[in-house]
């Protein structure tokens, strides 16, 4: 039988009373000492984990770069945001994913939101000076309008553009000549920003008037705006682009378009 050492009376009716007063007497300090640490001192100089993203850069476009990857709010996958395009990656490369992120709790479109970011900083890099503007004195709403000097529906929007003014919607133009280099399109576009009076000049094109297609004036901003709007992910005139970044593809009718801009702006409060 094991003999259990006697406890002092004190310890029988203490409710702290340790667990350890069963045990047999400590060992000597010089003991304690000799026996190995439970916990193994970290190593030297140990390597920090490798990033993820090294790796995955290897399968994207050629200049994509380490910051163009970020965490998406699923664990292991990442966004892969090139100008207004956004897409997904599994961390391990082993899956691409196209398509919109919705947070169920939300209903919101995550990937929008990243889209619509991405526009707004892509428009604002550009100044105004390099646009048409058409603007009422108070204006209610900014668009940033991809306009094509021959597109029908382009200039059915523009010949509404007094009743636009009037519901308050200031109308900033940059040229997207959809036939794209060396078309008739493009010069009326290079034209049009030769002329003394660049809005007049825009009002009588639309209106079919004939230019003086030998009106030069060296560099122009047409080829600079339609490649922002191939980045945008503009395929078609008039592409608008709201003050908060979303994209509204075609023309739509002024009352309309004022009620889908009021519409936006509630949903964003």
């Known amino acids: 039988m094991i003999k259990v050492p006697a406890l002092p009376a004190l310890c029988l009716f203490a409710l702290g009373c340790s667990a350890f007063a069963f045990a047999d007497p ?3 300090a010089a003991a304690v000492a000799a026996l190995p640490s439970a916990t193994p001192a970290p190593a030297a100089n140990s390597a920090a984990p490798a990033d993820p993203r090294a790796a995955l850069l290897k399968l994207l476009p050629p200049g994509t770069k380490i910051d163009d990857l970020k965490p998406a709010p699923i664990p292991g996958i990442y966004e892969f945001t ?3 395009d956004v ?3 599994t961390a391990d490369g082993k899956y691409f994913l196209d398509g919109n992120l919705y947070d169920m709790h939300s209903r919101e479109n995550l990937t929008e939101q990243l889209r619509m970011h991405a526009r707004m900083a ?3 890099a550009v100044p105004e000076s390099e646009m ?3 603007s009422p004195p108070n204006p209610k709403y900014t668009i940033t309008v991809f306009t094509d000097v021959d597109c029908q529906y382009c200039r059915k929007l523009h010949s509404e553009m007094a009743e636009l003014n ?3 919607v200031r109308v900033r133009y940059m040229f997207f000549p959809r036939t794209g280099p060396d078309t008739e399109s493009w010069r009326k576009a290079e034209v049009v920003w030769c002329s003394p009076n660049r809005n007049d000049a825009l009002t009588r094109a639309k209106a079919g008037a004939v230019l003086d297609m030998n009106k030069t004036c060296g560099p122009t901003p047409v080829a600079r705006e339609y490649a922002l709007g191939q980045s945008i992910g503009v395929r078609g005139t008039p592409a608008i682009v709201t003050d908060s970044g ?3 593809a075609g023309y739509m009718p002024p009352n309309e ?3 889908q801009l009021k519409e936006l702006d509630v949903a964003k409060r």
């Open 246 to 248: 979303d994209y509204i």
């Open 166 to 168: 009037r519901l308050g």
């Open 257 to 259: 378009l004022v009620a």
């Open 26 to 28: 400590p060992p000597p």
């Open 82 to 84: 090139q100008d207004a």
């Open 122 to 124: 892509m428009i604002a």
């Open 87 to 89: 897409s997904y990656l």
């Open 132 to 134: 048409l503007i058409f």
